[in-house]
């Protein structure tokens, strides 16, 4: 009798144990297709992705799902395509179709000498078909005195961030906010990369903790920055996410072919990052979407702990890609645990007793929620339209406008419903601009009028005050040379201005861009000089509180069908008390365009915009950007190149080839020097827009009208000046090392600056 038992408990125990005697094995047909291997060291690897242990009659679907696997090493090590690569596979997701590698880092390094020509100064990554994941990763750059940059293969965008500091002490363990560390996105569809640097100072004022420079595209939260980086990073990579998909078609085009991958059970969707489409289970199956047979039912009822019915009194019933719940006799509902359950069903007259009540009530409920809903929708609505008011700035307006004595009898308020019916519900296809601060919406009012609607893209008190400002600056001006401003709206969650629409697009737009006029003549860009200079000149000297604009450029010009220019985007600048000459802020400006003294003293004067207006000039002159990556070292920056040429009488050798054959160069000639007057070192040596109005107003109305006198700039001094490391996003500095106030003010325009 003991026998038999025995033998019995062997049995059953045979039964429960015989089918996970080998659970990879088990697990194999959920995993890939027969023949081929499903593992690599640590590494579980689902088709579509193919081992090269793999039997040869393994399909392969392409050479980038190969992984490559390195018998070398215990155990072995998985590597993406070959290993040559260098690519380690650290992670393969099926269901949210990622892989995850090992990534490099690069590093730029000095010594007392300067730079280290061992470091490696630019490191480039390709990746084939395979995008880099928007969501997973961070540009991360390690380091003071540090600037990196990702320009992506194509050529197509490049992008940056710099970090700053002079101690040890001024940096926290953990942030990645600037200081020591930063950080930013990584733009969509970039599928390898070219890392560079760029340093102020060889790191000089640093070299005693921090040697070198680091920056790597890395997973979020994979890296968590440390003091002790600085000195030197204590690892060789991190992980890098990348997204992949099917080939490079879309649904619709490959469900129509005899390859296509998406099996039973289902659904398809197209890649959002990169090309290609991806298989996924539907909803109640899981497994392997790219086999055969491979999103197997759910059975929701199997574990009674995870049963999605109301337990003990709930009836649980797997069915193909779902389950039913029911209640058993006795009781009623609809049987889940997210809705009411199971509950006993009342006595007949008890049923009966609640009706009738629940009827009554609902009735009273109705009659009572008619009287009062349009009062309380009223009174919602205007709570709403308050908070909004507040938020966007609207108290702030007032007591700013109260203190300049203005009126906005003259500026209308529009309401949101307005803006939305002018703009179609703010329809994709109106958008006329973007900018680093918002979106510009081209509108149609009832009554004909064609207006520009300025759409901020986010809400924070750095954007409010400039919208304030923006109101504020703008309700004084009145001149046929500067956007005229119509109106503003406060109900909406994201604050508005409404200008006057201009039609031709900006002065960027037409230098730069060959679609727009790649011909302009030099009468046009002298007119568009003189207009400009004469706005500024008005800023300055005649309206009731000097204006400084605080961001001259090319792409703040706008041009109507004429060509006539419009200045805009006060959003930046500064009302001047008329007790005062300058003002001292945190330094806010554009690439190619900053005043280097004002980078350097952090004191605003109208000699500011004058220096910027002298870019736009050399602009108008050459045909070429403020600054420019594609460009050798030495012309990178417009300034220097500009100033060079003169100083070495080559200005000809710089002119626009659509102008250099005019006839015209004598007034050329003239305009540059008024261009190299502006570009004194001294912000007192330099003339005031007045002055250049003048001048610039005299060559356009006397073509011949010589230059009545000429300044020596000091031209080694101003190269100097000019000729610093780029750093700042591209501002050009004195060479000397910077105070503590110079970068904190730096920091400011980097995190937060126009």
Avoid at 569 to 578: I, K, Q
């Amino acid at each position: 009798m003991v026998i038999h038992w025995l033998l019995l408990k062997v049995v059953v125990l045979g039964a429960v144990l015989g089918p996970y005697h080998n659970p990879l094995a088990a697990a194999d047909h959920l995993v890939t297709k027969p023949g081929c291997q499903s593992t690599c060291g640590n590494l579980l690897i689902p088709y579509p992705f193919r081992s090269s242990d793999s039997d040869p009659k393994c399909p392969n679907v392409s050479a980038l799902f190969t992984v490559d696997c390195d018998h070398s090493t215990d155990p072995p090590t998985p590597y993406w395509y070959n290993k040559s690569s260098n690519f380690q596979i650290l992670n393969i997701s099926r269901e949210d179709h990622e892989m995850r590698v090992a990534g490099s880092i690069n590093q730029d390094c000095y010594n007392s000498s300067g730079y280290d020509a061992a470091s490696s100064a630019v490191f480039n990554v390709s990746l084939g078909d395979f995008p880099i994941s928007i969501t997973k990763n961070m540009f991360i750059a390690v380091g003071c005195d540090t600037s990196a940059y990702f320009l992506d293969l194509q050529r197509k965008f490049i992008f940056g961030c710099m970090s700053v500091c002079t101690d040890i002490s001024e940096m926290t363990n953990g942030s990645c906010s600037g200081i020591g560390c930063c950080e930013t996105s990584v733009p969509r569809n970039s599928f390898g990369y070219n890392i560079s640097f760029d340093s102020y100072n060889n790191h000089r004022e640093v070299l005693s903790f921090n040697p070198c420079s680091y920056a790597f595209v890395a997973e979020i939260s994979s890296y968590n920055f440390s003091t002790g980086d600085l000195s030197g990073l204590h690892f060789n990579n991190t992980p890098l996410v990348l997204d992949w998909a099917i080939g490079n078609r879309t649904c619709n085009v490959a469900n129509k072919s005899g390859d296509y991958m998406c099996k039973g059970n289902t659904s398809c969707t197209d890649a959002e990052n990169g090309s290609g489409y991806k298989c996924t289970c539907l909803e109640g199956f899981h497994g392997n979407p790219y086999l055969e047979n491979g999103c197997q039912d759910i059975d929701e009822c199997a574990d009674p702990k995870k049963s999605p019915c109301t337990a003990v009194i709930g009836k649980c019933t797997n069915t193909v890609g779902s389950y039913n719940c029911s209640c058993r006799k006795g009781y009623h509902g609809d049987g889940r645990k997210d809705g009411k359950g199971c509950t006993v069903n009342p006595h007949p007259s008890h049923l009966v007793q609640i009706l009738v009540g629940a009827g009554v009530g609902t009735i009273v409920l109705l009659f009572s929620a008619s009287f009062m809903y349009q009062g309380i929708q009223k009174r919602k609505l205007i709570r709403l339209k308050e908070q909004y008011f507040k938020q966007n700035g609207g108290l702030l307006l007032q007591q700013q406008l109260h203190e300049h004595h203005r009126t906005t009898n003259t500026t209308k308020i529009f309401t949101a419903e307005e803006l939305e019916k002018a703009t179609n519900n703010y329809d994709e296809s109106r958008i006329v601009g973007r900018g680093g601060n918002g979106i510009v919406y081209k509108g149609l009012l009832p009554n004909g009028t064609v207006v520009a609607i300025k759409k901020s893209k986010r809400v924070d008190k750095t954007q409010i005050k400039q919208f304030v400002n923006e109101v504020i600056v703008l309700s004084q001006i009145n001149h046929r040379n500067v956007v005229k401003l119509l109106g503003c709206c406060l109900e909406t969650e994201v604050p508005l201005l409404v200008y006057q629409f201009v039609s031709n697009g900006t002065l960027f737009d037409h230098m730069h861009h060959g679609n727009k006029s790649p011909k302009m003549s030099w009468d046009i860009r002298l007119r568009i000089a003189s207009d400009t200079a004469g706005v500024l000149s008005y800023l300055h000297s005649t309206t009731s509180i000097p204006i400084i604009h605080c961001d001259v450029k090319s792409v703040n010009i706008l041009l109507d069908d004429n060509y006539t220019a419009k200045v805009s985007d006060f959003g930046a600048s500064r009302l001047v008390p008329l007790d005062q000459g300058e003002l001292s802020t945190l330094v806010q400006g554009t690439l190619g365009y900053l005043d280097p003294e004002y980078l350097h003293t952090n004191r605003l004067t109208e000699k500011s915009d004058v220096y910027s207006f002298r870019v736009v000039l050399a602009e108008l002159i050459t045909g070429e950007k403020a600054y420019s990556f594609n460009q050798l070292e030495k012309e990178k920056r417009l300034a220097m190149h500009f100033l060079s040429a003169l100083e070495d009488n080559q200005l000809f050798q710089i002119v626009d080839a659509v102008i250099a054959n005019e006839g015209n160069d004598e007034q050329v000639r003239e305009v540059a020097n008024v261009a190299k007057r502006c570009l004194a070192v001294k912000g007192e040596d330099r003339p005031t827009m007045k002055e250049v109005a003048i001048e610039l107003e005299g060559l356009k109305e006397k073509p011949s009208h010589p230059w009545m006198s000429s300044v020596d700039l000091h031209g080694e001094e101003a190269l100097y000046l000019l000729g610093g490391t780029v750093y700042m996003d591209g501002i050009e500095t004195m060479n000397s090392g910077p105070s503590a106030s110079m970068i904190n003010d730096v920091m400011t325009l980097v995190n937060g600056g126009r």
